[in-house]
DNA sequence: ATTTTGTATATTGTATACAATATACACTTC
DNA sequence: GAAGTGTATATTGTATACAATATACAAAAT
């Protein structure tokens, strides 16, 4: 049986995957110092695949990068993020608006399923699944707005910054907060239901996107 | 005299300027390969700073990469370009619309300005002032929107992708075309002064940003 | 005690070497 | 003649070496 075309894997992927997991897990910290040697002797791999991989990580907004004095783990600070977050609502409500004449009957039931799942995970305080179906969720649109650099796009958005955010950490609030995204959710399918494009589009970036603890697409 | 901070030039970064000056001006042209060896020659510079350059013209979407095949320039299919054209209209959009409350009297005259000179370059078929005179307009309020990430990444999808872009060899019918365009402009600087957000957004994504002939930002 | 200077050490930037893989092209085979 | 095979050559991926620069820290000066 054929497993499909081989993918080539360099020690320079290799490297970038480890880097880029090391971040998001947490295990590298915002403004923590990128030791070149020391991935090496981690990978045992050479200087050459680790600057390679870091030259594209920081590239793609994981690291930062000062000449001569190497990488640090880019801090995102609340104003950056803020007009991140302003640009993924944009693009989002755009991918909304273009996925309207191809939305199927049966994308509304995912997306209603979604919502209700969503609400479960919410009342059992499963924020980890509640990140999971709201992501859900919005791609059941932006795989139908055919455009796929938009959609490479604000996968890239999420990558670079939005990993970075997390919740707060007063449940109380959050639980408010999420029922509240969760409504946004219900509206948002109701409007794409009516295939109201403009309003669909300038709900998600003026309400949905303009949020105090941001979600993850 | 302090000429300001020294900026540090690498060779990486000469070897990135000297390609994508070379893509710009068309003296590589898409689809073409790049050998490495030739630019170390040509540059009298080694390998290593030559690859780091082109996996950055990679990341940047100027160059095509195939592992163990290496770097073609990038073709950019009309399928792209009009994805691409669909974002740049969302985000240009969204600058118009968070530039409306900062947007001064200054700035109004200025575009007013700008779409007189356009109409001057138009009529003396001196397209190359069209494209720099329409992009100090749309610059006026890209500078007010108060997003700088916004901004950048505008300019890094017009580095990308806008650059590639030409106008057709029918001057009969680029002219009507850049005459709508300008018109387009006239109506933009209108909204704006009525202080129309949405009306504006939609506007430049859904009427001004879908074109045959494409402009720069 | 604080700042400045000097020097050792660490880290980055670049060049080069070599192994792994792809490409080109002559040579078969059908 | 078209398609396939084998081998020489070119190109890419990675390791290593060394020079240029930055950092750390001790000694000297204020």
């Excluded at 907004?61 to 803020?82: A, C, H, M, S």
């Excluded at 995204?181 to 709900?203: F, G, P, T």
Aim: net charge neutral; glycine share 4%; aromatic share 10%.
């Amino acid at each position: 049986m054929n497993k499909g075309p081989m993918i080539y894997h360099s020690l320079k992927d290799h490297v970038y995957n480890y880097i880029a997991s090391q971040i998001q897990e947490g295990t590298l910290l915002p403004n923590d110092k990128i030791n070149e040697a020391s991935i090496c002797s981690q990978l045992n791999v050479s200087r050459t695949p680790v600057r390679e991989a870091l030259i594209k990580l920081a590239s793609d907004n994981l690291l930062e990068y000062r000449p001569r004095r190497g990488f640090t783990v880019k801090k995102i600070d609340t104003q950056k993020k803020l007009e991140v977050f302003e640009i993924v609502g944009a693009l989002d409500g755009l991918a909304a608006a273009l996925s309207i004449d191809h939305l199927t009957e049966e994308d509304f039931t995912k997306m209603d399923e979604l919502i209700k799942k969503i609400d479960v995970s919410i009342e059992l305080e499963n924020y980890q699944d509640y990140q999971k179906y709201q992501t859900y969720f919005h791609r059941v649109y932006l795989n139908r707005c055919g455009n796929v650099t938009l959609k490479e796009q604000l996968m890239s958005l999420q990558d670079g910054f939005i990993r970075q955010t997390y919740f707060s950490d007063d449940n109380k609030e959050l639980y408010a907060i999420l029922h509240v995204m969760n409504e946004h959710h219900r509206h948002i399918l109701k409007l794409l239901q009516q295939k109201k494009k403009a309003d669909v589009q300038l709900y998600l970036q003026n309400v949905h996107w303009k949020i105090e603890y941001p979600e993850m697409i």
